[in-house]
């Protein structure tokens, strides 16, 4: 595939501590911030992340969750990243609360190379030394730097 994770993830949007209460409330917020980056509308961009994540949940399992989104007009692939300051329910696959949640927005169009995007992300999220490192991680340059590095 050939596309790192980091390809599309800015040390300025990865949130170390963010303070959230529910699944809603940070699929709202890591939306707003991330539309805010990509100067759109933060409306239609949680709108998306909101309709996915009815779908089913994209709490993945190991604390780690990966809500996604196609936009129309997006050109590349764009990330947030957050460790919450608390964990909290997802809906999550294997039941455990959510504490790392990496936001991907897609293009809108169905190239296979969307898909192989999200297949790395996961990939690099299943990665217990990779989750250890960012759960370890003080500040958000250290928790972009444990991503990377990993």
């Known amino acids: 595939m050939g ?5 599309f993830l800015s040390p300025e949007d990865v949130f170390i501590d963010l303070a959230v209460s529910d ?12 539309a805010a980056r990509l100067g759109l509308e933060d409306g239609p961009v949680a709108d998306e992340i909101l309709s996915r994540e009815s779908l089913g949940s994209t709490g993945v399992g190991n604390g780690v969750a990966i809500p996604h989104a196609r936009l129309i007009g997006l050109i ?6 957050a460790r919450l300051k608390r964990a909290i329910d997802f809906d999550a696959i294997d039941g455990k609360p959510v ?13 296979v190379g969307q898909i192989n995007v999200l297949a790395a992300v ?5 990665d217990g030394n990779t989750l250890a490192a960012l759960r370890k ?3 958000a340059p250290e928790l972009f730097e444990a991503l990377r590095s990993h």
């Open 3 to 7: 596309a790192a994770v980091i390809d």
């Open 137 to 139: 991680a003080r500040t």
């Open 23 to 34: 699944k809603s409330q940070v699929l709202q917020e890591l939306s707003r911030r991330a």
């Open 99 to 111: 504490d790392l949640v990496f936001l991907l927005l897609m293009r809108g169009d169905h190239d």
């Open 76 to 81: 590349n692939p764009f990330a947030v990243l």
């Open 122 to 126: 996961a990939r690099k999220l299943r």
